[in-house]
């Protein structure tokens, strides 16, 4: 079964320096892979995703994501920080074993990213 | 245009009572899901309908009854409300094919049940 760990609870960054909110997961066949933000008392909204296409993939507002097979890794990157950047970021595996349909999206337990002015 | 819309938007009952949350998609979407966030941020998958039919059923009490009138509606009723279903239910839609989920799913706003 498929699983994604996020490695961090809370992530804080001065505004201007970059950012990394870090993801593992684990899949058995072909893993899709998301990110969503959710800005407080609000829905989630999709940053970007990896769907077997290049493996470098990017997302609205700055942010992309690598995904490393070797290293099972789909961390979070963005250069420079913005306020409006903090939010809960989740992290979001589906697989897709052969002859059926993905399976549905398995979130991580989500990073808290504080940006300090 | 609001793309997911849930009414109500927060929800306060006592335990036992029975409640439903609404669901609205105006995207022409053919999938619509029902996800549960508890307090610590943790979400999971509830229930799935693909064209007004049930794809997944995740082990949820059978208190917890969707219903898809039509493809731009999924309804969440809940019999016997108990303390532990105080959480946040997100309503999600996106259009999918054969069941694979590897489109971007649209979410609502959330409603916060709370129960007393």
């Known amino acids: 079964a498929q699983s994604v760990t996020q490695l961090d609870s809370h992530v804080s960054v001065s505004e201007g320096t970059p950012v990394l909110l870090r993801c593992n997961y684990s899949s058995s066949y072909s893993p899709s892979l998301f990110w969503y933000v959710q800005h407080p008392n609000k829905g989630l909204q999709l940053l970007l995703k990896y769907t077997s296409a290049a493996t470098l993939v990017k997302g609205i507002n700055g942010f992309e994501a690598e995904f490393k097979k070797s290293e099972t890794s789909f961390h979070l990157t963005k250069p420079s920080a913005h306020m409006s950047d903090a939010a809960e970021y989740f992290c979001v595996v589906s697989d897709y074993p052969p002859n059926s349909g993905n399976t549905p999206l398995v979130f991580g337990k989500g990073t808290r990213l504080s940006v300090i002015a | 245009d609001t793309a997911v819309s849930q009414t109500p938007k927060y929800l306060v009952t006592q335990m036992g009572n029975d409640k439903s949350i609404k669901c609205e998609q105006n995207l022409g979407h053919d999938t619509m899901y029902w996800y549960k966030q508890d307090s610590k941020k943790f979400l999971k998958i509830m229930f799935s309908?693909?064209?007004?039919?049930?794809?997944i059923n995740e082990t949820v009490p059978n208190r917890f009854s969707p219903k898809s009138p039509d493809k731009a509606h999924l309804n969440l009723h809940i019999n016997s409300l108990e303390l532990g279903d105080s959480a946040v239910y997100f309503c999600?839609?996106?259009?999918?094919?054969?069941?694979?989920?590897?489109?971007?799913?649209?979410f609502g706003p959330g409603t916060r049940l709370t129960v007393l």
């Open positions: 999600a839609s996106s259009q999918e094919t054969s069941g694979i989920f590897y489109n971007e799913q649209f």
């Open positions: 309908y693909n064209n007004k039919e049930l794809i």
